[in-house]
T-cell receptor
Framework: QKEVEQNSGPLSVPEGAIASLNCTYS??????FFWYRQYSGKSPELIMS????GDKEDGRFTAQLNKASQYVSLLIRDSQPSDSATYLCAVNTFGSSASKIIFGSGTRLSIRP | EAQVTQNPRYLITVTGKKLTVTCSQN?????MSWYRQDPGLGLRQIYYSMNVEVTDKGDVPEGYKVSRKEKRNFPLILESPSPNQTSLYFC???????????????FGPGTRLTVL
């Protein structure tokens, strides 16, 4: 089982609709969760971070965390063509002396006009 | 401007010719890391550094070396590159590697390496 799992997609969503991206993780000790957006050939760009159960909203983006289910999601409202990208879920686990960030392999999102 | 820089951005080389990819950050971050990204495999960590003179292996360290002599710099060294090291490489940094919850990583622009 991969430590951080995402559906690779592509996920196709009509412009103006809500895009829902999901991520599950295996380490119950994980404490920090991040969503990155990556355009083809470019570096990942942080768009959301979440640390406690529940929802966190930032503009058109909402991150949702459920630690009991080991599940984190990203909702994008009013999807725009510029949202077409690969979205990476990242999970930070803290060990006794070091932290480790593990990335999922990403979900490719395509917003169709 | 707060940023992570990498050089070179593009490099084509031949098998066995030693090369170094530089990484520098101006945010006074303690933690720095190198990743490679390959199609279908996502981001895989090569090496990371918790602070000056403290480095450790990530998930795919074979064939790579790093050093951290100064806080701002974290070069990646390929002593004898091979074609399977052809990849897109990213350097990243974050404020603190420790118990802080807020540990977002900031990425450099990437280095596309081709080994013939």
């Amino acid at each position: 089982q991969k430590e951080v799992e995402q559906n690779s997609g592509p996920l196709s969503v009509p412009e103006g609709a809500i895009a829902s991206l999901n991520c599950t993780y295996s380490d119950r000790g994980s404490q920090s969760f991040f969503w990155y957006r990556q355009y083809s050939g470019k570096s990942p760009e942080l768009i959301m971070s979440i640390y406690s159960n529940g929802d966190k909203e930032d503009g058109r983006f909402t991150a949702q965390l459920n630690k009991a289910s080991q599940y984190v999601s990203l909702l994008i409202r009013d999807s725009q063509p510029s949202d077409s990208a690969t979205y990476l879920c990242a999970v930070n686990t803290f060990g006794s002396s070091a932290s480790k960030i593990i990335f999922g392999s990403g979900t490719r999102l395509s917003i169709r006009p | 401007e707060a940023q992570v820089t990498q050089n070179p951005r593009y490099l084509i080389t031949v098998t066995g010719k030693k090369l170094t990819v530089t990484c520098s950050q101006n945010m006074n971050h303690e933690y720095m890391s190198w990743y490679r990204q390959d199609p279908g495999l996502g981001l895989r960590q090569i090496y990371y550094s918790m602070n000056v003179e403290v480095t450790d292996k990530g998930d795919v360290p074979e064939g790579y070396k790093v050093s951290r002599k100064e806080k701002r710099n974290f070069p990646l060294i390929l002593e004898s590159p091979s074609p399977n090291q052809t990849s897109l490489y990213f350097c990243a940094s974050s404020l603190s590697p420790g118990l802080a919850l807020q540990n977002e990583q900031f990425f450099g622009p990437g280095t596309r390496l081709t080994v013939l």
